[in-house]
């Protein structure tokens, strides 16, 4: 069964809680990206304030079976990498958009965007401007995780501080003393800077080098 599926909602509608005090989701006649929650093979979207809804589920034959008012949309969810210096994010079609830089039109991805090595390039706009992808690290990252993500990212600019001072001495030693951080944080910066292409790899001699300055 598949991960996340893209729904279209035909007949909007506000969800709201038992005794009708609260709101609890406002659905609009458009496209969802829902995703399965694996416990109880059911498939749930967010509304625009990020309000959960069910939108369909697994039925005991393993087929879907969604909720009345909606369908499967006719496009395929894009699930796409993107790098940037905060790590390598899985987005999903509700954490990006493409939009002209010229009409400010919005739409969806499509595969034709997607050029060699999964870069992103996103075709012409109809009235001819250029377009842009644009994805928002909130809806992949609760404020915790983008703080932390963000702690890292300074981490790792400091260690390559410290490695062009130091070239010859590109170890866990070198980060734990200089940058005040324990053993397991200090491994985890010499992995993500390995990933990342800026050290080498523990060479036969037992040291890393600087390979991007
Ligand atoms: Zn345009």
């Not at 969800?15 to 929650?37: F, G, M, Q, S, W």
């Not at 369909?56 to 796409?80: A, C, H, P, T």
């Not at 003393?177 to 985890?188: E, V």
Request: glycine share 6%; charged share 35%.
């Amino acid at each position: 069964m598949e991960k996340v599926i893209k729904v279209k909602c035909i007949d909007k509608f506000t969800l709201r809680n038992h005794a009708e005090t609260e709101v609890l989701a406002e659905v609009e006649e458009k496209d969802y990206v829902a995703e399965l929650h694996e416990e109880t093979e059911e498939y749930f979207a967010k509304d625009d304030q990020g309000r959960e809804f069910l939108v369909g589920e697994i039925n005991i034959i393993g087929e879907l079976v969604l909720q009345d008012g909606f369908k499967m949309s006719s496009d395929r969810v894009i699930l796409i990498k993107v790098v940037d210096k905060l790590g390598t994010h899985t987005l999903m079609s509700n954490c990006f958009v493409v939009q002209c830089l010229k009409c400010k039109k919005e739409r969806n991805l499509v595969e034709s965007d997607i050029k060699e090595n999964h870069k992103i390039l996103p075709e012409k706009c109809e009235c001819g401007g250029k377009n842009e992808f644009k994805y928002w690290l909130d809806s992949v990252y609760t404020e915790d995780e983008y703080k932390e993500l963000e702690r890292k990212a300074e981490l790792k600019e400091q260690a390559v501080d410290l490695f062009r001072k130091y070239p010859g001495n590109i170890n866990i030693n070198l980060l734990k003393r200089h940058l005040r951080i324990g053993l397991i944080t200090a491994n985890m910066l010499l992995e993500a800077l390995e990933n990342d292409g800026v050290i080498s790899h523990l060479g036969e001699n037992r040291k890393r080098t600087l390979l991007k300055s």
